[in-house]
């Protein structure tokens, strides 16, 4: 028979032994959906769209009406996308580099 005590006690095992694995597959999750953004982000500029990437971001970042600093060591294991800020940040980078290549 199992009785409410032995549950609840398996149910705190439970979350003692899978919590640090849900947490480590919580920033795993976390940085690959990071990098597909910077990736879709390459690509768009690749493709010559950066300067429809960079006004999208910027009425996202005005819209939004969120705080658009973030710490960077923070962002990276919270926010499964990057701060816009930073994106546009790095479109500047890879636009110019573009740019110079031409």
């Known amino acids: 028979r199992c009785r409410a005590a032995d549950l609840i006690a398996l149910s705190v095992i439970f979350d003692h032994i899978f919590g640090p694995v849900n947490s480590v597959i919580k920033t795993a999750m976390t940085y690959l959906t990071r990098c597909n953004e910077f990736q879709a982000d390459r690509y768009a500029v690749g493709l010559g769209l950066g300067a429809k990437l960079q ?38 980078v890879r636009w110019t580099k573009r740019k110079l290549s031409k």
């Open 55 to 92: 006004t999208s971001l910027s009425k996202l970042l005005t819209d939004n009406l969120s705080f658009p600093v973030a710490d960077r060591l923070y962002s990276m294991f919270n926010y499964s996308h990057p701060p816009i800020l930073e994106r546009l940040a790095l479109y500047e």
